[in-house]
């Protein structure tokens, strides 16, 4: 029986404020899990803290909402022992690039089969407006008393130095995009990094949504507003490594950096890098583990009905006998 | 003449092989059906710093050093140095003939301090600052000097086997350095060639050169000194197993046969190299004749091909490790996580959140000098309040402390057990000691060894738990505080976590009633576990009940007093001693009807505050009397505890005793 919209929903109040870019992503994530017919228990979403942390409240499917910065070892920790369920994880720009910094990049080179959604609108929201680790030097945010006096980073290029095997920049009005770059997020074999464009209304007055749409640069010709954003697939664009060999892997990440560089009036959305060349970490301990995909540590027996374990050390006891 | 009674110590420059050959001098003694206990001291450095090794050896079964060497076999010049003024009268010092005119200044590893001390008693003793002058002074104090000359008897050795780059080999010396000690103590030379054999297992050119330099070098000192020296071991006729082995292997096989599949760390010291030892063992062999359903053929064929693994997670840190533990336990693994105390530091956040969310997690904590990165390689018990308190808020918590080796296996089992069934974050607390000696024990029996999952859900059951409810409750109120938990990917048991204060399915919440609840849920389970687990898993009582004087101690010093009351027992003062082992939630009942019937109470700590006796005060009303403590970084010998107890019971001395010997 396919799934309903509805299942995927909580009774759980949302308490983001009117008109916040989560809701587009919010309703993303349940599209995509509809359409894809992912029952809710196969699914656990992880999250980190602020607006966006209280994502899996509002999703019916198994919700783990973790720490500032950590949800990514969370969820690595739950696909590792369990491969089998459909991890996603969803966190904040001050979770993913400042704070949980750290884990961004290590989860990169690992490359666990995991979908990691980062909500980017450029300031901490929960604790009313503080600027994130991606504003732009020199932004003065409504809740600043300064311009921001640190440079930006940028996720799309962290992401493609980190070695994330599928790296996209979504933005959250525009749902039917995100929802198919998210079923190919969780489709995807390895670590897809998704980056979404998500303004916040209360504390950024500056990348709103007006401002994205080019609401303040109309045609002089039409009176029509320029968007500033566009999909990259209506011009063409091919995110695959097709061969993996290195001089293809380059020519690619020259040109995804540009893309994520890509910030001012021209901001290009959509899949930007997809790359099943590489193993994934699952398929690496399974060459060193031959029953870790079979029966992987959550699966696996420890002991009988009495309790007695069924692990049997006595030949590593033996080893240290000394008789 | 004294057999089968001796404390062997050897030392050299770290990254020159002081380790293998204590380790190997270790393996020949149980090998020779002795006892044996070693110790082992070196600096957070990786080549060129002074480590060394002391053996102690004992025809019955011994858990703790002594303070002095009886015998020190030494092949450079530093360990000369720093040693051969604590051998005991009588005793013998191995040296290379080659080094004598060393002076103490060529030595560029020596602290200050160390050089200023020595540099004062041999110009008070009008003693050159040299080899010479050290072996001098250990001379007149009546130690025996034996001279090898290393190099030449390793040339002969060389043109024996043909190898003439083999004289070149230093680290030949090691293997040389025991064999010489087992010349002097006419120990049998077989125990050494099969501790070789087995320590080089495979590879027999390597065991060849071995037992060659180690035969020259016996036989030249047993023919040369041997008669002179009155320490002697003698093989001992045994039929009992015995292993040979260090706290952190005894952890790691704890958690093997305890069920832990997922294992994370990021590298620390003393913790790491227990999750080498996992991962170097990570495939697990498994018995389905231990299963008592063998009878279902199926399974039992399925578990027999796909065996069973480990999952052993190097993270990018502390933080990475404890989360990603705590992951894999949702998803149902058996998980835990090994550190020290600047690592704990880094998983406090995520305990907490474990507390809360009430996740089976087991952190192994490696105790380690402090505060901050402190003395890395050194001992201490400075964490047990921090291991207590750590953490924002309230939640309870289990803390485990082994006391030896063996407890470290069985209370490896126990963390994961209690865990489980009691879903909260188990601390196991173990410290250097306990990590990096290695002692003999008897075979552990694993016949015992019960796996207790707790209150897990699934499937058909899951609709009778919430009382009419047609949904799952994670967080369901109970009399115990024990809700059944649904593993991730149950179908059916969908639940929410939150760091945030949560109702029963793991929503947020800030009304006040259900947090009143739900702190009184978790919290309730601290006194469910107080109710039931058994008290000899909690605390023991060595000694006779009845003593007048009560040692209330945990952890490693454990060795320590428990041969020191031995040795007191000799000397006809007795004592008995307190173990506690669950120092969270503490058997506080237990502890009062013991320390209430002692007349004077002697606690024993290494740390500088006395940490579980103001604990104890602090859950009991209970003040003990006396606190020996010691925060030196080294670890505690029993004739230290003799000394202690000796003044204390005898003169009522000091209410505070500090503890200082140690090199």
Avoid at chain 2, 449 to 471: H, M, Q, V
Avoid at chain 2, 520 to 534: A, Q, S
Wanted: overall charge negative; hydrophobic content about 35%.
């Amino acid at each position: 029986m396919a799934l309903k919209l509805t299942d995927l929903k909580t009774s759980v109040h949302n308490d983001w404020c009117p008109g916040c870019g989560d809701f587009g992503v919010l309703n993303a994530i349940q599209m995509s899990l509809a359409e894809m017919d992912l029952e809710p228990h196969r699914v656990a979403v992880f999250s980190g803290i602020g607006c966006s942390g209280k994502i899996p409240h509002y999703i019916n499917t198994y919700g783990i909402h973790t720490l500032h910065g950590r949800v990514l070892p969370y969820a690595i920790g739950a696909k590792l022992a369990d491969p089998s369920l459909e991890v996603i994880a969803a966190g904040g720009d001050g979770d993913g690039m400042g704070i949980g910094a750290g884990h961004m990049v290590n989860a990169g080179r690992r490359n666990v089969d995991i979908c990691y959604i980062m909500f980017d609108n450029g300031v901490y929201g929960l604790t009313k407006g503080q600027a994130s680790p991606t504003l732009s030097l020199g932004l003065k945010t409504k809740s600043l008393s300064g311009p921001n006096i640190n440079e930006a980073i940028n996720p799309i290029t962290l992401a493609m130095a980190s070695g994330y095997t599928f790296i996209a920049r979504g933005y959250s009005y525009d749902v039917r995009q995100l929802k198919e770059l998210i079923k190919k997020g969780i489709n995807h074999r390895g670590s897809a990094f998704i980056s979404i464009l998500q303004p916040c209304p209360t504390y950024n007055d500056i990348n709103t949504m007006e401002w994205h749409g080019g609401q303040d640069r109309k045609d002089p010709a039409t009176g029509k507003a320029m968007p500033r954003v566009y999909r990259i697939e209506e011009k063409g664009y091919d995110p695959s490594i097709h061969s993996g060999d290195a001089d293809e892997l380059n020519k690619k990440m020259q040109e995804v950096n540009s893309l994520g560089n890509q910030l001012g009036d021209e901001i290009p959305i959509g899949l930007f890098y997809s790359n099943e060349t590489i193993p994934t970490y699952e398929e690496r301990v399974a060459e060193r583990l031959p029953n870790y995909l079979k029966t992987p540590p959550a699966k696996q027996q420890v002991s009988g009905p009495s309790g007695e374990p069924v692990a049997d050390i006595s030949a590593l006891l033996d080893n240290l006998c000394m008789t | 003449m004294t057999n089968n009674q001796l404390t062997w110590m050897i030392g050299g420059s770290q990254g020159t092989g002081v380790d293998s050959s204590a380790l190997l001098f270790g393996r020949a003694c149980t090998l020779g059906g002795l006892y044996g206990y070693g110790n082992r001291e070196y600096y957070s450095n990786i080549k060129g710093e002074h480590s060394y090794f002391m053996v102690r050896v004992h025809q019955k079964i011994i858990h703790s050093p002594l303070s002095k060497p009886d015998l020190l076999a030494t092949f450079d010049a530093e360990t000369v140095i720093r040693h051969a003024l604590s051998v005991n009268v009588d005793g013998g010092i191995i040296y290379n003939s080659e080094l004598s005119n060393v002076k103490l200044t060529d030595i560029p590893t020596l602290e200050h301090r160390v050089l200023e001390d020595l540099v004062t008693y041999l110009d008070n003793n009008k003693l050159e600052h040299s080899v010479n002058g050290i072996l001098e002074a250990s001379r007149r104090n009546g130690v025996h000097i034996y001279a090898i000359p290393y190099g030449d008897l390793l040339k002969e050795a060389a043109s024996t086997l043909g190898e003439p780059k083999l004289s070149n080999l230093t680290r030949m010396m090691n293997t040389m350095a025991v064999a010489a000690s087992f010349g002097l103590l006419e120990f049998d030379l077989s125990v050494l060639d099969s501790a070789i054999s087995r320590t080089f297992h495979g590879k027999s050119k390597i065991i060849q050169l071995n037992m060659t330099v180690g035969k020259s070098a016996y036989d030249y000192v047993k023919g040369k000194y041997a008669s002179g020296f009155q320490y002697k071991l003698k093989k001992v006729q045994t039929e009992e197993k015995r292993v040979f082995l260090q706290g952190n292997q005894a952890t790691a096989l704890g958690k093997l046969v305890g069920g832990c599949r997922v294992q994370t760390y990021y590298p620390i010291s003393p913790a790491s190299d227990e999750s080498d030892y996992l991962e170097a063992n990570q495939i697990l062999k498994i018995n389905p004749r231990r299963l008592s359903d063998s009878s279902n053929v199926e399974k039992t064929t399925y578990l027999e091909k796909n065996g069973g693994s480990v999952l052993v997670l190097q993270t990018e840190d502390e933080t990475a490790a404890i989360t990603a533990a705590i992951g894999a336990a949702l998803s149902g693994a058996r998980s835990s996580t090994s550190t020290s105390g600047p690592g704990f530091c880094l998983m406090v956040e995520g305990m907490g959140w474990a507390g809360i969310n009430e996740v089976p997690v087991v952190i192994t904590y490696y105790q380690r000098g402090g505060p901050s990165t402190g003395m890395p390689t050194r001992q201490e018990q400075g964490d047990l309040r921090f291991a207590l308190h750590a953490g924002q808020g309230e939640f309870p918590r289990i803390i485990l402390a082994s006391g030896d080796q063996r407890e470290c296996f069985y209370d490896a089992v126990h963390s994961f057990n209690y865990a489980e069934r009691y879903q909260l974050p188990v601390i196991h607390l173990i410290d250097k000691t306990l990590a990096n000696s290695t002692a003999t024990y008897p075979m552990f029996d694993l016949s015992g060894i019960r796996i207790d999952r707790g209150a897990i859900t699934n499937g058909e059951n899951l609709n009778n738990l919430s009382s009419g409810d047609k949904t799952y409750k994670r967080f369901l109120f109970t009399e115990d505080g024990i809700s059944p938990r649904t593993l991730l990917g149950t179908k059916g048991g969908v639940f929410w976590n939150t760091g945030d204060e949560h109702d029963e399915y793991g929503h947020i919440t800030e009304d006040p009633v259900v947090r009143v609840r739900m702190m009184d849920k978790r919290m309730k389970k601290l006194e469910t576990i107080d109710h039931e687990v058994p008290i000899q898993e909690r605390l023991t009582l060595h000694g006779n009940e009845e003593s007048d004087v009560t040692i209330v101690s945990w952890g490693s010093p454990k060795g320590a007093i428990i041969d020191a009351m031995d040795a007191l027992n000799d000397e006809n003062i007795h004592v008995n001693f307190l173990q506690i082992r669950m120092i969270n939630p503490l058997p506080s009942e237990n502890i009062i009807s013991v320390l209430s019937r002692a007349k004077k109470t002697i606690g024993i700590e290494m740390n500088y505050s006395a940490q579980l006796a103001g604990w104890i005060r602090e859950s009991t009303g209970i003040a003990i009397d006396h606190h020996v403590v010691k925060y030196n970084g080294r670890p505690i010998s029993q004739d230290e505890v003799c000394d202690s107890i000796k003044k204390l019971v005898k003169y009522d001395a000091p209410k505070r005793l500090v503890l200082t010997h140690g090199t």
